[in-house]
């Protein structure tokens, strides 16, 4: 089958590399522009572009997809089908109906919860047990469309979404396939979605990041997993701004919000009346650390410290 992958983060890659090892073909691989990043702003090319050159595919990347110049591209490389995995824009109704097939997406959660651009995030935010992909016929709207297969996989209560992430993009790759087989032999059954039970996932921000310990340890566990490995949960420690890779959920405490309650391990106390098991944290200009190695160089006094 013709192809025109449309994706731009690594969650992209493994469905690209599926569809060439299944024996697709694809004719030009559509992706965001080169960004800076890093700490010198070196401009770098998003993964899909990276894969895509790999293997000798023509790479565009247009600023919209709703002019007549980039209409023209997608015409010429005459696609049987557009495959979308976590392109980043919405595409109108004309480049969805171009292709004979029209259009597949790969997202990253159970449908129609968490529509939008951080599905497996807000998954693990929301502290949710079961988590999975969906594939989907796209129309205009925001994920949206007809619902064609889905497989979900249960989420360990100290999963990050960056573990989740890497799990299911290839999950995503399968289910891929498996929709592809089926389109072809004619036999996909696509379902709409009940829009009553939708959920939407916005884009996260660093103002998300501060941990508020009036909240329940197993919310700010949540948090913690949830933005790892980026924006990444942050606090205070006597004023020091502290970044915290991994948490867990302690035991019951008499202590008042943000105060420590133990050393070993790290507790502080949380608004349920519960702790929160500091694990592995970061001061500023310093490594990810145990948090045992940590306080060799900063002692704290249980009862007299809180943290904020």
Not at 98 to 110: D, E, R, T, W
Request: overall charge negative; charged content about 20%.
């Amino acid at each position: 089958m013709r192809i025109v992958f449309m994706g731009t983060p690594d969650f992209a890659v493994p469905s690209m590399e599926r569809l060439l090892s299944d024996g697709h073909e694809i004719v030009l691989a559509v992706t965001q522009a080169d960004k800076p990043r890093g700490r010198h702003q070196q401009l770098t090319p998003p993964p899909v572009k990276v894969c895509a050159l790999q293997h000798n595919i023509p790479v565009f990347q247009p600023n919209t997809l709703r002019d007549e110049a980039a209409f023209g591209r997608l015409q010429e490389a005459a696609p049987d089908l557009i495959v979308v995995v976590a392109y980043g824009k919405l595409l109108p109704q004309a480049v969805l109906t171009l292709p004979k097939y029209g259009a597949i997406n790969v997202h990253g959660s159970l449908l129609p919860k968490y529509r939008g651009a951080a599905p497996i995030q807000w998954t693990v935010l929301n502290g949710e047990k079961t988590a999975g992909v969906t594939t989907m016929q796209m129309n205009e709207g925001l994920d949206t469309g007809d619902m064609l297969l889905q497989c979900s996989r249960e989420v360990p209560e100290d999963m990050t979404s960056g573990e989740l992430f890497d799990l299911l993009c290839g999950d995503g790759a399968s289910l891929l396939s498996d929709t592809l087989k089926q389109l072809e032999a004619g036999t996909l059954d696509p379902k709409p979605q009940d829009d009553a039970l939708s959920t939407y996932s916005p884009m996260l921000t660093k103002d998300m990041c501060p941990l508020d310990f009036s909240k329940s340890a197993e919310q700010l566990h949540n948090q913690v997993r949830g933005l790892h490995p980026w924006p990444v949960a942050t606090c205070t420690l006597n004023g020091q701004p502290l970044k915290i890779h991994k948490s867990r959920v302690g035991e019951k405490t008499a202590g008042n919000p943000g105060e420590v309650v133990s050393v070993s391990p790290l507790s502080v106390a949380c608004g349920d009346g519960t702790a929160l098991q500091i694990l592995e944290l970061q001061a500023p200009g310093s490594r990810r650390m145990p948090a045992d190695d940590f306080l060799r160089g900063h002692p704290i006094k249980v009862g007299e410290t809180r943290f904020e």
